[in-house]
T-cell receptor, first 110, second 113 residues
Framework: SQELEQSPQSLIVQEGKNLTINCTSS?????LYWYKQKYGEGLIFLMM?????EEKSHEKITAKLDEKKQQSSLHITASQPSHAGIYLC??????????FGQGTRLTINP | DTAVSQTPKYLVTQMGNDKSIKCEQN?????MYWYKQDSKKFLKIMFS???????INETVPNRFSPKSPDKAHLNLHINSLELGDSAVYFC????????????FGPGTRLTVL
């Protein structure tokens, strides 16, 4: 079965700094999703990537899928307190089944 | 407007009890899911239903029984609750199958004492 490894598991950055979260898959990715979870809340869909080399941006968040489709990165530019939360990558494993990484907890210090 | 809603948000109960969690989506989606997030924050799929039909059942104990009265609702009933059932349970929905994006509810935090 497919496994997703996220790094780092935890990240503390100063407000205004840039940061990157990585998601590495044990198998080829045929649909990679990024979600954000705030404490006590559900998962908020951020972006979905499908094609090798694909890159998508939304406000200050950019996600990329590498050419080999085994790794994705999520980059936040000029971080703000509103970016704090747990970021989860999820991969489509067929039959509508998503498998998730263990999450990266992001803390933004003022 | 709430897209995927769950009730209750918090549930505290004793071991051995039976409880239900309700989920409703107003997105017109055909597929609904239940996920469990344990204390280490691992999120794992439990069930999925497409148009009221069970599609995925991920080796979940048969104490857990999903019920879909219509395609907008997928409820989770748990019998004989155990300490290890304590977790956050998330409902989700998607338009159909394949790679359609799944939209999640706010979660139900279940604590079994």
């Amino acid at each position: 079965s497919q496994e997703l490894e996220q790094s780092p598991q935890s990240l503390i950055v100063q407000e205004g700094k840039n940061l990157t979260i990585n998601c590495t898959s044990s198998k080829t990715l045929y649909g990679l999703y990024w979600y954000k979870q705030k404490y006590g809340e559900g998962l908020i869909f951020l972006m979905m990537l499908q094609k090798g080399g694909e890159e998508k941006s939304h406000e200050k968040i950019t996600a990329k899928l590498d050419e080999k489709k085994q790794q994705s990165s999520l980059h936040i530019t000029a971080s703000q307190p509103s970016h704090a939360g747990i970021y989860l990558c999820g991969a489509n494993q067929g039959a509508q089944k998503l498998v998730f990484g263990q999450g990266t907890r992001l803390t933004i210090n003022p | 407007d709430t897209a995927v809603s769950q009730t209750p948000k918090y549930l505290v109960t004793q071991m051995g009890n039976d409880k239900s969690i309700k989920c409703e989506q107003n997105l017109g989606h055909d597929t609904m899911y239940w996920y469990k997030q344990d204390s280490k924050k691992f999120l794992k799929i439990m069930f999925s239903y497409n148009n009221k039909e069970l599609i995925i059942n991920e080796t979940v104990p048969n104490r857990f029984s999903p019920k879909s009265p219509d395609k907008a609702h997928l409820n989770l009933h748990i019998n004989s609750l155990e300490l290890g059932d304590s977790a956050v349970y998330f409902c989700a929905s998607s338009q159909g199958g394949g790679r359609d994006t799944q939209y999640f509810g706010p979660g139900t935090r279940l604590t079994v004492l």
